[in-house]
């Protein structure tokens, strides 16, 4: 039972380079979720999807696409990078339950952005 | 959305101290729950308290729903406890939309 799972780990891109991010869970988990982490600061969320079908906004989604293929992966993708878009990225999984917030998360992406 | 604080930002124990950890926040929440980050980055869960108190060993989290607050207890504190702790709840009339605090930064020296 692996758990969340994300890929890769690392990666640098140029300014306006694309690139997706993916993230697997095998808990059977209804929810998936992207943050991103920058120095100093908790996490923001990025997009959520709560069910299979359904994607939704969050804190901070400008920049940034995300796809729920199906119920166990959720990608993230990053169409033209900037430099602000530098940060660590994290995917987290809630359910299977309905009820069942609490969140597991991955082991994250470091992304730099030149 | 809501507003989380936590306190102290920063905490340096020698290793068999304990500490106590507050998570304020500015209205009421659902789906609290504490988190660990280790210093390899790993986002470790510790507890999903909505409200009560539980224990995991020498860890234990209270939550009182109504005065919108959170304390995380670490006694006989291990250098392995070191790390930052993290609080988040959900941003009000969304149980998917977690708001995290900035973290405390607690180093445990031997």
């Known amino acids: 039972n692996a758990g969340v799972t994300q890929t890769p780990k690392f990666q640098v891109l140029k300014t306006g380079q694309s690139m997706t991010l993916q993230c697997a869970q095998d808990m059977n988990h209804n929810s998936m979720y992207w943050y991103r982490q920058d120095p100093g600061m908790g996490l923001r969320l990025i997009y959520y999807s709560a069910s299979e079908g359904t994607t939704d906004k969050g804190e901070v989604p400008n920049g940034y696409n995300v796809s729920r293929l199906n119920k166990r992966e959720f990608s993230l993708r990053l169409e033209s990078a900037a430099p602000s878009q530098t940060s660590v990225y994290f995917c987290a999984s809630s359910g299977p339950s309905t009820g069942d917030y609490e969140q597991y998360f991955g082991p994250g992406t470091r992304l730099t952005v030149t | 959305g809501i507003q989380v604080e936590q306190s102290p930002p920063d905490l340096i124990l020698q290793e068999g101290a304990n500490s106590t950890l507050r998570c304020n926040f500015s209205?009421?929440?659902?789906?609290l729950q504490w988190f660990h980050q280790n210093p390899w980055g790993q986002l470790i869960n510790l507890f999903y308290?909505?409200?009560g108190t539980k224990q995991n060993g020498r860890l234990s989290a209270t939550t009182v729903a109504t005065e919108r607050y959170s304390l995380l207890y670490i006694s006989s504190s291990q250098t392995t406890d070191s790390g930052v702790y993290f609080c988040a709840g959900d941003s009000g009339g969304s149980n998917y939309k977690l708001t995290f605090g900035k973290g405390t930064l607690l180093t445990v020296n031997p």
């Open positions: 209205d009421s929440v659902n789906n």
């Open positions: 308290i909505p409200s």
